[in-house]
């Protein structure tokens, strides 16, 4: 669901697009920096497509207090884990 609501939004992105691959590498790494980005697409340069995913929503950057460097996260993606988390039952300790 998730990742059709993606695509949507990048309408208009090819479907080999560095800023596609970025979209599909969050729902491993939901809160990125900007060397995780480089890592998950192959290549420099990476604030370009990182600034594609916040013009669409995808992704909503922070200043991270102890790096003192930016951080991006995807909303949709955590509060999706979040709702998994709040059903599933907690194991006893």
């Given at each position: 669901m998730?990742?059709?609501e993606f695509s949507q939004r990048l309408v208009g992105l090819r479907s080999d697009s560095a800023a596609r691959r970025?979209?599909?590498g969050l729902?491993?790494?939901p809160v990125m920096d900007a060397?995780?980005?480089e890592e998950v697409?192959?290549?420099t340069?990476?604030?370009r497509h990182i600034d594609a995913l916040v013009r669409t929503g995808i992704l909503v950057g922070r200043q991270d207090?102890?790096?003192r460097g930016m951080i991006w996260r995807s909303p949709?993606?955590?509060r999706a884990l979040d709702d998994h988390a709040a059903r599933v039952p907690r194991r006893g300790r």
């Amino acid at each position: 669901m998730i990742r059709e609501e993606f695509s949507q939004r990048l309408v208009g992105l090819r479907s080999d697009s560095a800023a596609r691959r970025l979209a599909d590498g969050l729902f491993a790494h939901p809160v990125m920096d900007a060397r995780l980005a480089e890592e998950v697409t192959g290549g420099t340069n990476v604030h370009r497509h990182i600034d594609a995913l916040v013009r669409t929503g995808i992704l909503v950057g922070r200043q991270d207090d102890k790096s003192r460097g930016m951080i991006w996260r995807s909303p949709d993606i955590l509060r999706a884990l979040d709702d998994h988390a709040a059903r599933v039952p907690r194991r006893g300790r």
